[in-house]
């Protein structure tokens, strides 16, 4: 009570918010994530542009000799001149098909695989010691396999990046299935389901983070064995033209196909990444990271 007998008043210091919108409400956390948002993405391309200008000066102060390492202006024009052509398009079209047929038929397979091994225990208990042992072997180690199966032909391509793919799919959609839920699965017997409906509403679910996790990184493996097929097989892609410009003594070229596969590798993961936030949008992970 003051002196006077009145109820004193309490009063907001100064810059408080005064609502949801102030600077310390919903609204001011809504416009600080959005420049955050906004941020990341400009760090990205200043450092991007750093790394232009460090490559255009490098050859320039005669560090690195423009024999190996040309301005990152002659890589442009060599990019430039590639992007005209239209062997360099078709050579495109052949890598994006490898890794396209590749990744289909390895996600399928590993799929369908996963489910029925993981489904059956006994079926996973066998298969374990043959798992552990082919996951390991590196798939360039089959080049000579498919190089005497299949020449230089697109099978060759396939058979790598296949198999390399497979093995990505299969161990991640066998881990989903063995982190189902005991209480989902007690339920289901309860309601007697059979084998279906365990798999579409007890198994399924569970599994599908992991699956596209593994469909993620085959992405980029099938990606990698593509080239790496097209590089030391002879396959036609984009492997194949920077074989042949590493030959030829084009060095401006070489970097510029570098340049265009590291482009092509960005942009699978994009994808892959908005196809896991487009499937997985009802799952938390999906939810928290929408949050940040």
């Avoid at 009570?1 to 919108?21: N, Q, Y």
């Avoid at 890794?99 to 289909?104: I, Q």
């Avoid at 265009?260 to 799952?283: C, D, K, Q, S, Y």
């Amino acid at each position: 009570m003051s002196a006077s007998g009145s109820t004193p008043v309490l009063t907001k210091p100064a810059g408080t918010a005064t609502g949801p919108g102030g600077p310390g409400g919903v609204g001011g956390g809504r416009v600080r994530r959005t420049l955050d948002r906004a941020r990341t993405p400009l760090r990205g391309l200043a450092g991007l542009a750093g790394l232009v200008v460090l490559l255009e000066v490098l050859p320039h102060t005669g560090v690195v000799s423009a024999d190996y390492l040309p301005p990152a202006s002659d890589m442009g024009r060599a990019l430039w001149q590639m992007l005209g052509e239209d062997a360099f398009w078709t050579a495109l079209g052949d890598t994006l098909t490898g890794w396209g047929l590749g990744l289909a038929i390895a996600v399928v397979a590993g799929v369908v695989a996963g489910l029925v091994i993981g489904s059956v225990p006994v079926l996973r208990a066998v298969t374990a010691s043959t798992i552990e042992f082919l996951r390991p072997i590196p798939s360039v180690a089959l080049i000579p396999v498919a190089v005497l199966l299949y020449g230089t032909d697109l099978e060759s391509k396939l058979l790598l990046v296949v198999y390399a793919s497979f093995w990505q799919v299969l161990v991640q959609v066998l881990a989903g299935m063995q982190d189902v839920d005991p209480v989902a699965e007690d339920t289901a017997r309860s309601y007697r389901m059979g084998s279906w409906g365990r798999v579409r509403y007890v198994l399924w679910p569970t599994a599908l983070p992991y699956v596209m996790t593994g469909v993620r990184l085959a992405a980029t493996v099938a990606l990698v064995l593509t080239i790496t097929a097209e590089l030391v097989i002879g396959s036609p892609g984009l492997g194949n033209q920077l074989a042949v410009a590493q030959t030829s003594g084009a060095v401006p070229r070489v970097y510029a196909l570098v340049l265009v596969t590291g482009l092509l590798g960005v942009a699978v993961n994009l994808v892959a990444r908005a196809v896991e936030r487009r499937v997985l949008h009802w799952h938390q992970s999906m939810r928290r990271e929408g949050q940040r």
